[in-house]
T-cell receptor, first 116, second 113 residues
């Protein structure tokens, strides 16, 4: 049981290049999330997917697109990378309890992205 | 919109001393409150959470937090810290389903021998 896995761990891009960050979870969770972490700003939600086939914008969606490929996988795409997208990106997944209670979000190890 | 304030960006403390990391959130009818810990070069791990019921919640490694509705706070405390507690701690809140966590800016706890 690997939990939440992310690839790649590190990436360096030039301005204008594109790339896709991959995320997979093996906990059979319905909900998945993408966050970015920047110094002094905590984690900010980019996009989330409440269930397979649905995606919604978070706090900072501009410059990103997402795909919920299936229940396990949720990818984040940068179509034209900018230096402002230099950050650490975290994927997370969670499940609502049967009583509708907020469930724990489980995080991946992160992808460190540098855009030159 | 919900927001979270962590008043201290860094907290230095000596080993075996007590520590309190402060967290305040903006008022809401109902909230779900979390503390996550991030060790260097790792992802976030849940430390403890408040969903309902007892206002005092505890983690397995000696941390505790108390939900105070009147003061809209969820401060994290530990009576005696260890070197291994050195990490960054994030307070988070959600008032929606499905869960959309709002994170604070984090508090870096540095424990010195």
């Amino acid at each position: 049981n690997a939990g939440v896995t992310q690839t790649p761990k590190f990436q360096v891009l030039k301005t204008g290049q594109s790339m896709t960050l991959q995320c997979a979870q093996d906990m059979n969770h319905n909900s998945m999330y993408w966050y970015r972490q920047d110094p002094g700003m905590g984690l900010r939600l980019i996009y989330y997917s409440a269930s397979e086939g649905t995606t919604d914008k978070g706090e900072v969606p501009n410059g990103y697109n997402v795909s919920r490929l299936n229940k396990r996988e949720f990818s984040l795409r940068l179509e034209s990378a900018a230096p402002s997208q230099t950050s650490v990106y975290f994927c997370a997944s969670s499940e609502l309890a049967s009583g509708g209670e907020q469930e724990t979000q489980y995080f991946g190890p992160g992808t460190r992205l540098l855009v030159l | 919109a919900q927001s979270v304030t962590q008043l201290d960006s860094q907290v230095p403390v000596f080993e075996e001393a007590p520590v309190e990391l402060r967290c305040n959130y903006s008022s809401s009818v109902s909230v779900y409150l979390f503390w996550y810990v991030q060790y260097p070069n790792q992802g976030l791990q849940l430390l403890l959470k408040y969903l309902s019921g007892s206002t005092l919640v505890e983690s397995i490694n000696g941390f505790e937090a108390e939900f105070n509705k009147s003061q809209t706070s969820f401060h994290l405390r530990k009576p005696s810290v260890h070197i291994s507690d050195t990490a960054e701690y994030f307070c988070a809140v959600s008032d929606q389903r499905p869960d959309k966590l709002i994170f604070g800016t984090g508090t870096r706890l540095q424990v010195f021998p």
